[in-house]
């Protein structure tokens, strides 16, 4: 009679035990996976890339910049996350601050928490890109950094921000 992996049955059912052992190329498989991978981590978030989103050099570092409009009884928030050379990134920091000056004081609450507070993250945000100027910046052959522009306040838009700081400053001092 040929043996069979499968279990094997007496004829007793109080005393069954089955038996079966597994083929040689399971255990094999085993033995190199020894501490599997939980499978929660399989999908895991990997770390960003170390190169900038927009032009592809190197160093990059790990941006939130933010722009704030203030309306009369609302605010609107617009916030980029991103890797970001130096350049490119101080480049999105002067667009998105001078749109803050102009545009974000117009009301209330934009005028006490809104614009405040992204103009203070604004300029974490540039602190940390001028700490990659220090390093020479590596671009591929192929793409183009963002023109840097002028900076904010050689920008007529900024001193927009004048009208509602004078404004507040009248209403403080009667």
């Not at 255990?27 to 927009?54: I, K, M, S, Y």
């Not at 006490?112 to 974490?124: C, D, M, Q, V």
Request: charged share 15%; with cysteine.
């Amino acid at each position: 009679m040929p043996t069979s992996p499968l279990p094997h049955h007496s004829g007793d059912d109080a005393d069954f035990v089955p038996e079966y052992t597994p083929p040689a190329w399971y255990l094999e498989g085993l033995a190199r996976t020894a501490d599997p991978q939980p499978w929660h981590t399989v999908n895991a978030q990997f770390p960003p890339p170390p190169d900038c989103r927009v032009c592809g050099a190197t160093p990059a570092a790990t941006v939130t910049i933010r722009a704030h409009q203030g309306l009369i009884l609302a605010m609107r928030w617009r916030t980029a996350t991103s890797q970001l050379c130096a350049t490119c990134g101080i480049a999105l920091v002067r667009e998105m601050t001078t749109k803050t000056l102009w545009q974000g004081w117009w009301g209330i609450g934009s005028l006490i928490f809104g614009t405040p507070f992204a103009l203070i993250s604004n300029w974490g945000a540039y602190r940390k890109l001028r700490q990659l100027q220090r390093q020479p910046a590596v671009v591929p052959g192929d793409t183009r950094q963002l023109p840097l522009g002028a900076p904010i306040l050689h920008r007529p838009q900024a001193y927009v921000a004048l009208i509602p700081l004078i404004w507040a400053a009248v209403l403080i001092t009667h």
